[in-house]
């Protein structure tokens, strides 16, 4: 037989004739879960003369119980050194009796033991100098993963923890009884087989001493609803809802979650997956991938399979299922699960069942943010060109930057589109407003327009119909909405462009009602403007609008903008104040469409250090030399 390893120096035993104890002092630093190892192993040994003439039944199941104890003084070890700093006192007790199915006999001579009535107790206690510390079950060292607490209620077959005046003491004990009072086994007959295992990197083991399920572990303090509240509000899109709920969760309730996304039909799709051990994501999301859960509107928890890419192979655990559940439909379904056989509280359950609340509400918001966004962006889009015409000898640049984040259409609008043979016609306008009544006058005013232009009507005459038409809509508007309802004003620039034979370039005819004048940059590098101010659309309709007419030579430019350009402020000044709209144009004297755009653009955004705060949009025409045989009209999607 090997020699029994000599307690460590400073310990101190005490022996009696049914307990032996024995106590070492250890200091707070890394050998500390080492030494009260050794402590153990070396005080058991010693105490083992205890148990020698014990039944066989005890001393096998006692050298099983040593090794627990090893394992678990050096969890309360590192526990207490990290997390109370101080040194430590190991107390590590050896008692000998009968079973405790029944009670204690009156002192006096021992009656004979049998092997249904003995029994033998290890009572380990590590006590710190820090008792106004709370306990805290789940903590552990940085950098390595501990069970703590969570692996001793899992082996013990009893603990507690005591608070004295001036200090804190875990204790637990691992009771050996007779084989007649031993629990029938689980699905693992021996909880250090269940480690070996579910490896000691997992949660708590599958069963503990005596084959009970253990609690399911989590660190949910009394602030975690309020975070999951906090972290979840204000979100508007519905996968990133899904994953702030992952990082929630994980670690902190569950070793992974997958959260299920419902789609069209009632199917569902699997939007994300989280592990902590982050290297094994992808394998389990393919995994759960498989399977698709239902969607039902019960918010009990619903047991799923264990998927085996979740741990180790080998490896079990618990998973459960919780439905989205709010707006009286499923949203969802949020999958959490942990290595070990493990049974939720009842307290846990309705912090899980809370927290799927509140996710599906938050998915519930999001969904119908990104539904009204979609409508919005649908009606946005119809209100601009999908193409833009091609015109033969021009060059053509657009320039549009709608106000507010997340905008694709604002007041602003545009055109640019064919009439007939060797004809087009161009427009920019600006409607009063930027909410959905808006953007339906826009609609109305782009489509009335092309119908009017195509019809044969000249720049006066679409101009002097469409006024009749905002009027009337507007009329109409302030009489079915009562004095809430507001007339609606538009200023637009209409133009014609006509190639005939023969011409230096095309023939351009233009008219401005309400809106910034269009500039003219000659080919002398002198700037004027190309129309006249007029009244806004929508005001009276009895309006006439007359147009001007010029020739757009080759290296001529027409320059036109919004009031986002001209009214561009620094301070108290205008970008457009002393004719400042036209000096910036001289200056473009040489450069392309494009260019010139680029250079307004440019200007508009550096004229003040504010960021502009209004639709901003600009379209150049610039008449080219044609040479060789003219190119077929053609469209193009806008640049």
């Given at each position: 037989m090997p020699p029994r390893p000599a307690l460590p120096s400073g310990s101190v035993l005490i022996s009696r004739p049914d307990r032996c104890v024995s106590r070492t002092t250890l200091q707070a630093n890394q050998r500390a879960a080492?030494?009260?190892?050794?402590?153990?192993?070396?005080?058991?040994?010693?105490?083992?003369?205890?148990?020698?003439?014990?039944?066989?039944?005890?001393?096998?199941?006692?050298?099983?119980?040593?090794?627990?104890?090893?394992?678990?003084?050096?969890?309360?070890?590192?526990?207490?050194?990290?997390?109370?700093?101080?040194?430590?006192?190991?107390?590590?007790?050896?008692?000998?009796?009968?079973?405790?199915?029944?009670?204690?006999?009156?002192?006096?001579?021992?009656?004979?033991?049998?092997?249904?009535?003995?029994?033998?107790a290890v009572i380990i206690e590590v006590a710190d100098r820090h008792p106004t510390r709370a306990l805290r079950p789940h903590e552990d060292l940085p950098g390595r993963r501990g069970l703590g607490l969570r692996i001793v209620d899992a082996l013990a077959s009893s603990w507690g923890v005591t608070y004295d005046q001036d200090e804190k003491s875990v204790w637990f004990r691992l009771e050996i009884a007779g084989q007649a009072h031993r629990a029938a086994p689980g699905p693992t007959a021996?909880?250090?087989?269940?480690?070996?295992?579910?490896?000691?990197?997992?949660?708590?083991?599958?069963?503990?001493?005596?084959?009970?399920?253990?609690?399911?572990?989590?660190?949910?303090?009394?602030?975690?609803?309020?975070?999951?509240?906090?972290?979840?509000?204000g979100q508007l899109d519905e996968d990133l809802v899904a994953a702030l709920a992952g990082q929630l969760l994980v670690p902190r309730l569950a070793d992974w979650c997958g959260v299920w996304l419902t789609v069209a039909c009632g199917r569902m799709r699997l939007s994300q997956v989280w592990h902590a051990e982050e290297w094994r994501i992808d394998e389990l999301r393919h995994e759960l991938a498989r399977e698709m859960p239902p969607a039902i509107l019960s918010t009990a928890s619903i047991p799923w399979p264990w998927p085996e890419t979740a741990g180790d192979v080998g490896t079990r655990g618990s998973a459960l299922a919780f439905p989205l559940v709010s707006a009286g439909a499923c949203q969802g379904m949020l999958l959490l699960g942990r290595t070990g056989q493990l049974r939720m509280t009842d307290n846990l359950a309705m912090v899980v069942q809370d927290v799927a609340r509140r996710i599906a509400q938050s998915l519930v918001t999001a969904r119908r943010y990104t539904r009204q966004k979609s409508i919005s962006r649908a009606l946005q889009r119809n209100q601009l060109p999908d193409f833009l015409a091609s015109i033969p000898g021009v060059e053509t640049a657009i320039v549009y930057e709608p106000y507010g984040e997340?905008?694709?259409?604002?007041?602003?609008?545009?055109?640019?589109?064919?009439?007939?043979?060797?004809?087009?016609?161009?427009?920019?306008?600006?409607?009063?407003?930027?909410?959905?009544?808006?953007?339906?006058?826009?609609?109305?005013?782009?489509?009335?327009?092309?119908?009017?232009?195509?019809?044969?009507?000249?720049?006066?005459?679409?101009?002097?119909?469409?006024?009749?038409?905002?009027?009337?809509?507007?009329?109409?508007?302030?009489?079915?909405?009562?004095?809430?309802?507001?007339?609606?004003?538009?200023?637009?620039?209409?133009?014609?462009?006509?190639?005939?034979?023969?011409?230096?370039?095309p023939h351009c005819t233009i008219a401005s009602a309400g809106h910034p004048l269009p500039l003219r940059l000659l080919t002398d590098g002198s700037v004027v403007a190309a129309a006249e101010p007029q009244m806004l659309l929508g005001i009276d309709d009895s309006a006439v609008f007359e147009a001007s007419s010029f020739s757009l030579v080759p290296g001529e430019t027409l320059l036109c903008v919004t009031d986002g350009v001209t009214e561009r402020r620094n301070g108290h000044r205008q970008l457009d104040d002393g004719d400042g709209l036209s000096a910036v144009l001289r200056e473009c004297?040489?450069?392309?469409?494009?260019?010139?755009?680029?250079?307004?653009?440019?200007?508009?955004?550096?004229?003040?250090?504010?960021?502009?705060?209004?639709?901003?949009?600009?379209?150049?025409?610039?008449?080219?030399?044609?040479?060789?045989?003219?190119?077929?009209?053609?469209?193009?999607r806008p640049g």
């Open positions: 080492s030494e009260a190892r050794a402590f153990v192993r070396a005080a058991l040994a010693e105490q083992a003369a205890a148990v020698v003439d014990a039944p066989q039944a005890i001393t096998e199941e006692f050298e099983e119980a040593r090794g627990d104890a090893e394992l678990l003084v050096s969890e309360l070890a590192t526990n207490a050194v990290m997390h109370a700093g101080t040194d430590i006192d190991v107390i590590c007790s050896l008692e000998q009796g009968q079973s405790h199915a029944r009670p204690r006999e009156e002192p006096g001579p021992s009656a004979p033991v049998n092997d249904e009535e003995a029994s033998v021996s909880p250090r087989r269940a480690l070996r295992d579910f490896g000691t990197d997992s949660a708590v083991p599958a069963v503990g001493r005596g084959g009970l399920i253990a609690e399911w572990p989590h660190q949910a303090g009394p602030t975690f609803l309020a975070e999951g509240s906090e972290l979840l509000a997340g905008q694709t259409v604002g007041g602003d609008f545009y055109d640019l589109f064919p009439m007939g043979e060797r004809s087009w016609g161009f427009l920019l306008g600006d409607v009063q407003g930027k909410d959905p009544e808006a953007m339906s006058v826009t609609g109305l005013a782009r489509y009335l327009v092309r119908l009017l232009a195509r019809e044969g009507h000249g720049v006066e005459s679409v101009l002097r119909r469409l006024n009749a038409a905002m009027a009337e809509e507007s009329a109409e508007a302030v009489v079915n909405g009562g004095e809430r309802a507001r007339p609606r004003f538009l200023s637009m620039l209409y133009g014609e462009l006509q190639l005939g034979p023969g011409t230096e370039g004297a040489g450069l392309g469409a494009k260019a010139v755009a680029e250079r307004i653009r440019r200007t508009a955004h550096d004229f003040g250090p504010d960021p502009v705060e209004d639709d901003l949009s600009v379209l150049v025409l610039q008449a080219l030399p044609v040479t060789g045989a003219e190119a077929d009209t053609g469209e193009h």
